[in-house]
């Protein structure tokens, strides 16, 4: 892996760096970019590690728990800062994100065939806007305002709107907030969102990846500051979700970690942190990677395990990548899943996630919505809830678990990437009675049964009916009234 070594012509401690090999362009961070300008490819945030002051171990973090007034050390993205060092700290934004928490779930582990204990859950649904996009906000926003931006904007499925919208209504910095969605892709808790917030939202006919080429071309041509992953300062917040893993886990790494995947920026992330943390000598072992897709989304999927597509030093085969696209373009191929965030086929960080599947021993898998909407109500019965694409996390777990990919015995965790009441639409199809609801959002997309359904009972209003009813469908013995 070339990322953590320092640039020959650099003498900066931060600086942003072309992750085509045969680029490795380097700019300051205190430039824009969102492709490098040389050749078009992606940048990666790179540091002069031998002049930063590393911490010697994981542990030294853990004196900032007792200073939690201070904002950088109470944000669970910045009291880890010595790891992604390319802001000074007088210009951090944060709204406290990463208050997130790994939730040991039993239920959730019988449903995957996990042995008792092995497989937590790390619920960054607990983000101020309800996803782990704040981890990458606040970090993106930093580097906006280093730079001076005022404008800010983003395509999105949701979520990425929805933080870009509550970073802009939370600070006092002057954004301003653009997001461009897919009309009718997006999940009513998320479209909510972003309209309480005050975000002009501009609807355009399409679906992402039409929204995604669309707002490149805007910022592109009105300066406007883009906060996609395509942009590199996200993906450095992004890093410290697999901190905060690893500090809930006593700072042992974990076998596996599973994600879902959508635009890939997540993976993306996950695997530079552990690039650099292994570089860095902060850890010994390195989790093995599982990304998952939807069936309806399933490019990673098929160029990983149909095409052979690999990192390659930085110098991955993409016309393999191009062909596909083309072949979808051709027979007028859309994504399409309930689990709406990842309804993504041009998945924008799909280079950088290569890198991160070869250097973690990654795989990737598919998961039908069926198998999202199983394993979204076993989670929402057995942990904190979650929406849909966050649950193809848990389907993902289950299907390498039946492969005999993951052993019962490993210990395994799933990232639940986004709150369950960002999407109750689907929620509300999966567990109601009225049919031509689940026909309409579920059946339409494939999902046949409802086999984990905590369906609603009707009753008229009328004390002994109701007595009976609950008599009839609770599983509690009468007891004394308080007991
Ligand atoms: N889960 C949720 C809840 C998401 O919102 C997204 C992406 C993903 C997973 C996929 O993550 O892109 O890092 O692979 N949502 C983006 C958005 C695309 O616009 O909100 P990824």
């Not at 960054?124 to 904007?153: L, Y």
């Not at 039908?368 to 996390?393: F, N, T, Y």
Request: some cysteine.
């Amino acid at each position: 892996m070339s990322l953590p070594t320092a640039s020959p012509v650099r003498t900066d401690l931060a600086y942003q760096v072309c992750i085509n090999a045969a680029c490795r362009a380097t700019f300051s961070v205190d430039e824009t970019h969102f492709a490098c300008p040389s050749c078009g490819d992606l940048l990666d945030v790179a540091y002069d590690w031998d002049r930063l002051p590393v911490p010697s171990s994981l542990r030294d973090f853990e004196a900032r728990w007792a200073d939690r007034l201070d904002p950088l050390n109470f944000s669970g993205v910045w009291r880890f800062r010595d790891l992604l060092p390319f802001a000074p700290p007088g210009m951090i934004v944060t709204i406290g994100e990463g208050q997130t928490l790994l939730q040991n779930a039993e239920k959730v582990a019988q449903y995957v065939g996990m042995n008792p204990g092995r497989l937590r859950l790390q619920y960054e649904g607990m983000n101020p806007s309800g996803s782990f996009k704040d981890n990458g906000m606040t970090a993106a926003f930093t580097h906006a305002r280093m730079v001076n931006a005022q404008r800010v904007a983003c395509a999105s499925t949701g979520n990425t709107s929805a933080a870009l919208a509550v970073y802009c209504s939370a600070t006092d910095f002057g954004f301003k907030a653009i997001i461009f969605i897919g009309s009718g892709k997006i999940a009513y808790g998320k479209l909510a969102q972003a309209l309480d917030h005050g975000a002009l939202t501009i609807q355009i006919v399409g679906d992402f990846d039409d929204a995604m080429q669309r707002v490149k071309q805007v910022a592109d041509r009105l300066g406007i500051y883009l906060m996609n992953s395509v942009n590199p300062f996200r993906l450095e917040g992004q890093k410290t979700i697999m901190y905060r893993v690893l500090e809930a886990s006593g700072w042992e790494p974990p076998d596996w970690v599973v994600v879902p995947g959508g635009n890939l920026g997540n993976s993306s992330a996950f695997g530079k942190a552990f690039i650099e943390l292994k570089h860095l000598g902060l850890i010994d072992r390195v989790p093995r990677l599982a990304v998952i897709n939807a069936t309806g989304a399933r490019t990673l999927d098929h160029l990983v395990n149909q095409e052979d597509l690999t990192w390659r030093k930085g110098d991955p085969d993409i016309a393999r990548a191009c062909h596909y696209f083309q072949k979808l373009d051709d027979g007028g191929v859309k994504a399409s899943t309930i689990a709406s965030a990842i309804e993504i086929n041009r998945p924008v960080n799909l280079k950088k996630c290569l890198r991160a599947l070869e250097f973690c021993g990654g795989v990737v898998r598919q998961v039908s919505d069926q198998e999202i909407m199983d394993a979204k109500a076993r989670v929402g019965a057995g942990g904190l809830g979650c929406e849909p694409a966050s649950a193809a996390s848990v389907a993902g777990a289950k299907k390498l678990r039946e492969e005999g990919v993951i052993a019962p015995g490993d210990r395994v965790v799933c990232i639940l990437t986004g709150h369950q009441l960002k999407d109750p639409t689907a929620t509300v199809a999966y567990h109601g009675t009225d049919q031509d609801n689940f026909e309409k959002v579920l059946g339409s997309r494939g999902v046949r049964r409802a086999g984990f359904a905590n369906r609603p009972v009707v009753v008229v209003n009328d004390l002994d009916d109701i007595i009976r009813t609950i008599a009839l469908y609770s599983d509690v013995e009468d007891g004394p009234a308080g007991g």
